[in-house]
Each structure stands twice: as structure tokens, then as C-alpha cells.
């Protein structure tokens, strides 16, 4: 699959900010206070035109990317139920965040996608002739003269063709935005990277840097439950329709404006977080998915008919459940076998103690809403282990042992890859591959911006995060090349998306 808009354009959609401590922490590691919550905040809020619920002065109402939430929200009225009755305040999750249970609001225009490509790009690229986007093309290289960055070489591989090679030449400076996989990658492909990983590439070393470390991820688990109804689910062999699908294209709403049934999630501390000192900073993530979307079964050519529970009395639904502060840390390294093929990842999941037990309270705070509230007792929620656990076979059921062994076994990382290009101190860091102006240190007119600087990942959902960081990144540019000028918002054409919004709905 070819698309532009990286993971925006395939992600839930779910519109996350973090908490303001996760920023804070960047400024900590960095040095540079204007990475702080506080400094960050109006470029969080150039990101949106808010339609949602929660309408304040946290909130902006002429960025490129609309935030909405469908009206359609099977189970949401139980969810937030549920945490009042265990004692969460029902909140902003942008407002800023705080421990809590939350509505999921959504990148969405009318129900359809926002990504970074059809918000920022698709508005202006007509009118940008100095805007050329390359497409079937990967970035082998980053050409260095000396300690300066001064070309990328790319390859061209159209289908049935040859691989074709060139090189473009940059006047100003280069800006690499392949992700958390593919920054270490290129640059330790271009000689930039840690002397040991490069000399088993037999890649000369040109700059030695950090590149590849501190990898992290969210931990993410699947905790599946049955409920005697299904009319509070979306199930798909009932309520995709033609009808419904008329509805979706006429509002916006309905069935098919769902994002695999996710409308509540929840931000919760750990033991773990309080024994730190850090009991306002949550640790751990729920999202609850009120679907029956994972059950589909399909067998033979092209696939069964969904397995269709509308009149069955035990109906399957989940809540998500993440480590959304992990400290275990991975690597990014080349392949010495094969140095320009795919990378050796290894995330290191779990190997930090903490993690396994943040985990477990994670494992049984779901348990606790969904089978101690009054209001899923409505629904007669009861856990319910899907997957056969021979590893896990001489353990007592819903022992904690159980639970570490089935998280052990059941558990993964949750997409949101981070860190591996970590901004920090230009000096006095040996942690640190770019500077807090995203400068790859010791490296002339190079800058990195996206995921892979982050210092520590947020607690929740990353696109948010990594887009503030491209408008912080968009105003240190322009910083850099126009003696100080301040930077506006780039993206004019959007200012009528809530006039738009609220007309159509």
C-alpha cells in the first residue's frame, strides 16, 4: 500500500494530547523550557478547529484539523457510568488531562478521515509551486561534506522498472521525517550512528551519535469481555447496511462513522506512578471498544459472513488496555548481514519490572469496571480469556500470576513507536542524537521532526504529539533562515471547517 499522510491516514483518529506532564518532561530532558506544556500549548491548540464538547480556552477553532465526535456511540452511557460509580471525575481529555474517564473525540471532518496529508497538504499544494512531492521513492542517503549535510540519494522503483538512483541537493538544510524506524535508519545508513552497529555494517563512521537507542513503545493488551446484549455494540452483520452506509454518506454518521467501536477511554495512575511521586501523571490508557468488529470470521474465498450476535446473549466486547508510560527502552540497529534491508528491532518489551506490574493493575482495573459497577452489571459483563494459554495452564484463574503470564503471552507494542533520535542537551548528553532545536548534533544543516525525538512518549495516542512537534519545528525554521521572524499559521484555507461542520450536521 502507497499512501501520503504516514500513519494519519491508517490510525483510529484518536485526538490526544498527553498530559502536560509528558511536555514538561521534553523540557527537563532537552534543557530548553520552551518545550514545557505551558510554551507548547498554542502550538497544540494551531493544530485543531474544535466541534466537540468540551469548548474552552484550551481549545482552537481555526487549525487545518477538525475534531468531532460522531453522535453514533454504542456504549458510551455505560463507560462513563461506570467510572463515576468507581469514584473518575468524567473529563477533557485535552482540557488539559488529568486522571479521569472520557468521551474519545476524533481527526474527523463529517466522519471522515483528517490525516496530515488531506489537512495541511491537499488545502494548499496548488498554490505552493515551490511544493514537489515525490512519490515511489525511498531515501537511501544523507550526502555529508564534512560535518555538513548537503544532499539526499533517493531511489525510484516504479512497478515493472528498474531502480533508479538520483540525488537532489538542498540550498538551505535537510529535514528528515521517516518516523521513529526510518530516521535511525537513514542515518545510520549515511555513516551517522554509534561506531559499534556501524562497523558491523562495515558502513564507515562519519559522525558518531546515539541513533537507534532509546526506543519505546506503549504496551498494549487486549482484555475481551462478554456482555448478554448486543445493543450495545456495534455488530457488524447487523448494522452495516445500505441504509447505514446512505446514512454515512449523508451525515457523516451512524455505523460507519465508527473507529472499531472505540468511544470512551480512560486515564488512570498506577501504584507504580504514585510510589514515584507522580500521581498526577497517568500511566496507564483504556480505550473501550464496544464491537464485535475482532470477531468477524472469514473462511474460503473472500470470506464467511460476519458472525452475526444480534440475538445471542453472550456478545463479545473489549477494553484496550495500555502501559501509556512504559520504562523498558529498545534498539534500532542495522542488519551487519544486510545493512540496507530491514532494520533489527528490538523493542525490549517488558524488561523493565515496572512495566509487568503497571500492566497487571492495568489487567485488573478492567476487570474492576467491567464486572464490580452497577452499570455494567446491567449487561452482565464477565472477563473472558479468548485465546488457548498452555503457558499459563498451571496458574490459578485471575491469580496475579495469571495475569503476568497472560500478559506476558498476550500482550504487545501498541503503534506508537518513539525515541530513537532523542532530543537533549547539545552538549554534556550522551543520550541525546538532536539538539532542542532538532538539530542532529555535530551536523551542520540536518534537522530531525517526528516521533522519533521525542525524549519520553506521551500517555496516549502519539499523533497529536508529533504534530505540535512539526509546528514547533515549522517556527524554529523560519526562526533559523529569517533572523527571528515569527511564524504564523500555515495552513489559511482551513478557517471555514467549523462553519462548514456545523452546517452539515
Not at 494551531?46 to 475534531?67: F, N
Not at 562497523?199 to 532509546?214: F, Q, R, Y
Amino acid at each position: 500500500m502507497v499512501l501520503l499522510g504516514g500513519t494519519s491516514s491508517i490510525n483510529y483518529m484518536h485526538f490526544n494530547r498527553g498530559s502536560p506532564r509528558d511536555y514538561d518532561a521534553w523540557a527537563n530532558a532537552s534543557g530548553d523550557p520552551s518545550w514545557n506544556y505551558y510554551n507548547m500549548l498554542p502550538f497544540l491548540k494551531r493544530i485543531e478547529t474544535y466541534a466537540g464538547e468540551y469548548k474552552s480556552d484550551q481549545h482552537s477553532y481555526y487549525g487545518p484539523v477538525l475534531i468531532s465526535r460522531p453522535q453514533y456511540a454504542p456504549g458510551l452511557d455505560y463507560w462513563l457510568e461506570a467510572g463515576r460509580q468507581l469514584g473518575y471525575r468524567v473529563r477533557d481529555p485535552n482540557g488539559p488531562q488529568k486522571e479521569s474517564f472520557t468521551k474519545i473525540e476524533f481527526s474527523k471532518l463529517l466522519g471522515r478521515r483528517g490525516s496530515s496529508y488531506t489537512a495541511y497538504i491537499t488545502p494548499i499544494i496548488a498554490s505552493l509551486p515551490n511544493l514537489v512531492i515525490l512519490t515511489n521513492v525511498n531515501a537511501t542517503k544523507i550526502l555529508l561534506k564534512g560535518k555538513k549535510a548537503v544532499g539526499v540519494k533517493f531511489e525510484t522503483k516504479l512497478t515493472n522498472s528498474t531502480v533508479l538512483e538520483d540525488v537532489v541537493y538542498a540550498k538551505k538544510e535537510i529535514i528528515i521525517s521517516a518516523g521513529t524506524y526510518g530516521s535511525p535508519v537513514l542515518l545510520m545508513r549515511s555513516g551517522i550512528g554509534p561506531k559499534d552497529v556501524l562497523e558491523a555494517a562495515k558502513i564507515p563512521v562519519l559522525h558518531e551519535l546515539p541513533v537507534g537507542n532509546n526506543l519505546h513503545n506503549h504496551v498494549s493488551m487486549d482484555m475481551d469481555f462478554l456482555i448478554n446484549t448486543s445493543t450495545a455494540v456495534i455488530d457488524p452483520a447487523r448494522d452495516y447496511t445500505a441504509e447505514n452506509m446512505a446514512l454515512f454518506n449523508q451525515t457523516g454518521d451512524g455505523p460507519f462513522s465508527s473507529s472499531g467501536g472505540g468511544t470512551g477511554q480512560a486515564f488512570v495512575v498506577s501504584s507504580v506512578a504514585k510510589s514515584e511521586g507522580e500521581g498526577d501523571w497517568p500511566d496507564i490508557h483504556f480505550t473501550m471498544a464496544h464491537s464485535t468488529e475482532s470477531y468477524l470470521a472469514g473462511t474460503g474465498n473472500g470470506g464467511a459472513p460476519a458472525m452475526d450476535f444480534t440475538n445471542s446473549t453472550e456478545v463479545p466486547m473489549a477494553i484496550e488496555a495500555f502501559v501509556s508510560r512504559p520504562k523498558s527502552r529498545g534498539t534500532i540497529k542495522l542488519d551487519p548481514a544486510n545493512p540496507f534491508g530491514p532494520p533489527l528491532i528490538d523493542p525490549m518489551h517488558l524488561s523493565d519490572p515496572r512495566d509487568l506490574q503497571i500492566a497487571l493493575e492495568a489487567a485488573k482495573e478492567s476487570i474492576r469496571i467491567m464486572e464490580t459497577t452497577k452499570s455494567y452489571a446491567k449487561l452482565g459483563a464477565k472477563f473472558n480469556v479468548t485465546a488457548p494459554l498452555p503457558a499459563c495452564a498451571n496458574f490459578t484463574m485471575r491469580s496475579d500470576d495469571f495475569f503476568k503470564c497472560y500478559i506476558t503471552q498476550l500482550s504487545s507494542t501498541g503503534c506508537h513507536p518513539v525515541g530513537s533520535c532523542k532530543m537533549g542537551q547539545a552538549t554534556n548528553d550522551t543520550t541525546a542524537v538532536v539538539d532542542p532545536q532538532l538539530r542532529v548534533i555535530g551536523i551542520d544543516r540536518l534537522r530531525i521532526v517526528d516521533a522519533s525525538v521525542m525524549p519520553n512518549i506521551v500517555n496516549a495516542n502519539t499523533q497529536v504529539a508529533v504534530y505540535a512537534i512539526a509546528e514547533r519545528a515549522a517556527q524554529l525554521i523560519i526562526q533559523d533562515w529569517q533572523s527571528g521572524k515569527p511564524s504564523t499559521p500555515t495552513v489559511k484555507s482551513s478557517y471555514g471547517l467549523l462553519d462548514s461542520f456545523l452546517k452539515a450536521s
